[in-house]
């Protein structure tokens, strides 16, 4: 099974240990990857300030990148929930339209590739240790996955997993929302982080960085410690392959 990792700006430019980790748990379970060099941002930031027609050539040029891939997976669900919108944004466009519907039947965020494609719920993982996974909107509401990272999480073993109070809340980042609106972005993320000290973890977990640097950042700034982790991460720590069951398909 080819698959082809969309890797995103901030684990591009930011966090590249995600995307290693990404690669690493995907080859593991038998995937072959490839990384596309001609993508880059999934035109959300200039799409969200107003320049629709702009980021048209953005969106093309995704589109010609992953073209020939069988799946596309990426690191972020806000940024798998931008892609997932392209035939929506293409939608008058005769040329462009079919490949976005294609791009987007193919595209899939990490955890839930895992979980929906692959069929799997236990990836080998040992991590010692108390965590809370937040819940990030864009991958929650855009991509509708409410399940696929609790499950894996569940079966990593030694990890205990702590609900988060008020988990449908935004963490106030929102890419251009906290540029924009940066005194409501700061009270939606001290109100995440309390949330977060509330539950007594000693490590964060989510889907998605944009997330988790604004809530780290928050928590840095406060001189308040955390362990903040992509869930790529988690899964990818003290592998025990045994205990990883392939399905034939994904072996062959």
Not at 21 to 35: K, N, P, S, T, W
């Given at each position: 099974?080819?698959?082809?990792?969309?890797?995103?700006?901030?684990?591009?430019?930011?966090?590249p240990?995600?995307?290693?980790?990404m690669?690493?748990?995907?080859?593991?379970?038998?995937?072959?990857?490839?990384?596309?060099?001609?993508?880059i941002?999934?035109?959300?930031?200039?799409?969200?300030?107003?320049?629709?027609?702009?980021?048209?050539?953005t969106?093309?040029?995704q589109?010609?990148?992953?073209?020939?891939?069988?799946?596309?997976?990426?690191?972020?669900?806000?940024?798998?929930?931008?892609?997932?919108?392209?035939?929506?944004?293409?939608?008058?466009?005769?040329?462009?339209?079919?490949?976005?519907?294609?791009?987007?039947?193919?595209?899939?965020?990490?955890?839930?590739?895992?979980?929906?494609?692959?069929?799997?719920t236990?990836?080998?993982?040992?991590?010692?240790?108390?965590?809370?996974?937040?819940r990030?909107?864009?991958?929650?509401?855009?991509?509708?996955?409410?399940?696929?990272?609790?499950?894996?999480?569940?079966?990593?073993?030694?990890?205990?997993?702590?609900p988060?109070?008020?988990?449908?809340?935004?963490?106030?980042?929102?890419?251009?929302?906290?540029?924009?609106?940066?005194?409501?972005?700061?009270?939606?993320?001290?109100?995440?982080?309390n949330?977060?000290?509330?539950?007594?973890?000693?490590?964060?977990?989510?889907?998605?960085?944009?997330?988790?640097?604004?809530?780290?950042?928050?928590?840095?700034?406060?001189?308040?410690?955390?362990?903040?982790?992509?869930?790529?991460e988690?899964?990818n720590?003290?592998?025990?392959?045994?205990?990883?069951?392939?399905?034939?398909?994904?072996?062959?």
């Amino acid at each position: 099974m080819r698959v082809s990792i969309f890797t995103s700006c901030v684990v591009d430019l930011m966090f590249p240990n995600v995307g290693i980790a990404m690669v690493e748990v995907l080859e593991r379970l038998g995937c072959q990857v490839d990384f596309p060099e001609k993508q880059i941002c999934c035109g959300q930031p200039t799409f969200n300030s107003g320049y629709e027609k702009k980021s048209k050539a953005t969106l093309i040029n995704q589109l010609e990148a992953f073209e020939n891939s069988d799946y596309v997976v990426g690191g972020a669900g806000s940024c798998v929930g931008m892609l997932r919108e392209y035939p929506d944004l293409l939608k008058d466009d005769d040329v462009y339209y079919p490949k976005a519907v294609e791009l987007a039947e193919k595209t899939y965020e990490f955890s839930q590739f895992i979980y929906r494609v692959l069929g799997l719920t236990d990836v080998g993982a040992c991590y010692e240790g108390k965590a809370t996974y937040h819940r990030s909107c864009h991958m929650t509401r855009l991509l509708g996955e409410r399940e696929a990272p609790f499950v894996l999480l569940d079966n990593v073993e030694g990890l205990e997993m702590i609900p988060l109070g008020h988990i449908e809340n935004c963490c106030g980042f929102g890419g251009t929302f906290s540029v924009k609106m940066p005194e409501i972005s700061e009270q939606m993320v001290t109100e995440k982080m309390n949330d977060v000290i509330n539950t007594g973890a000693d490590t964060l977990i989510s889907a998605d960085m944009g997330c988790l640097m604004n809530i780290g950042g928050k928590f840095n700034r406060d001189g308040n410690p955390i362990k903040i982790m992509h869930i790529a991460e988690i899964l990818n720590s003290n592998v025990d392959t045994s205990r990883i069951q392939l399905s034939s398909e994904v072996a062959n």
